[in-house]
T-cell receptor, first 117, second 116 residues
Framework: AQSVAQPEDQVNVAEGNPLTVKCTYS??????LFWYVQYPNRGLQFLLK??????LVKGSYGFEAEFNKSQTSFHLKKPSALVSDSALYFC???????????????FGSGTQLTVLP | DARVTQTPRHKVTEMGQEVTMRCQPI?????VFWYRQTMMQGLELLAY????????DSGMPKDRFSAEMPDATLATLKIQPSEPRDSAVYFC??????????????FGSGTRLTVV
């Protein structure tokens, strides 16, 4: 079975500082990995995904994520945080080796990012 | 921009009443999902459809929840009878899945359900 862990419920960072939101995953095969962001009272928005290729994936709003197979991690990063980045961030994984109903996204529990001015 | 439309945005209902939530997926997407978001459980997959056929609804309480796709432009999630523990935000998402390839799903803005 596939699973995703976001070990931090809350991350606080000062504006202008780099930010990292952590995600680790477990799959039996190769993963598809995704990051979504949820702003208050809004649906989830797609940020970026990793399927294959370069381990560093660039996405929307200046975010990037690094796929690390040996550590089974897909941490979300941004070099310089903005107050407007404050939101709830979800990591998700899909196992390419899974079949049938298991071939769907499994979401982490979410990490609330607060960027302080 | 193409988007997934969910109605209503907010719903307050009394315990025991029927609730129907609707979702219009993005044209051309062949997969539709229903997720429920609560503080305790995070995001839970309730059901999903591929080409309008239900593939998995194991996440739903079968005795009170039902999900259907009467046509390619409409997905519905019904709760009958509703209970206070059903209070949550319900998200619909659609995506295009072809073979082994899938892409980021597009989520609707959600329906915030409160059962009193």
């Amino acid at each position: 079975a596939q699973s995703v862990a976001q070990p931090e419920d809350q991350v606080n960072v000062a504006e202008g500082n780099p930010l990292t939101v952590k995600c680790t995953y477990s799959v039996s095969g190769n993963p598809y990995l995704f990051w979504y962001v949820q702003y208050p009272n809004r649906g989830l928005q797609f940020l970026l995904k990793y399927i294959t290729g370069d381990n560093l994936v660039k996405g929307s709003y200046g975010f990037e994520a690094e796929f690390n197979k040996s550590q089974t991690s897909f941490h979300l990063k941004k070099p310089s945080a903005l107050v407007s980045d404050s939101a709830l961030y979800f990591c998700a994984v899909r196992d390419l080796a899974a079949s049938g109903s298991a071939r769907q996204l499994t979401f982490g529990s979410g990490t609330q990012l607060t960027v302080l001015p | 921009d193409a988007r997934v439309t969910q109605t209503p945005r907010h719903k307050v209902t009394e315990m025991g009443q029927e609730v129907t939530m609707r979702c219009q997926p993005i044209l051309g997407h062949n997969t539709v999902f229903w997720y429920r978001q609560t503080m305790m459980q995070g995001l839970e997959l309730l059901a999903y459809f591929r080409n309008r056929a239900p593939l998995d609804d194991s996440g739903m309480p079968k005795d009170r929840f039902s999900a259907e796709m009467p046509d390619a432009t409409l997905a519905t999630l019904k709760i009958q009878p509703s209970e206070p523990r059903d209070s949550a935000v319900y998200f619909c998402a659609s995506g295009l899945v072809t073979g082994t390839a899938s892409y980021g799903y597009t989520f609707g803005s959600g329906t915030r359900l409160t059962v009193v």
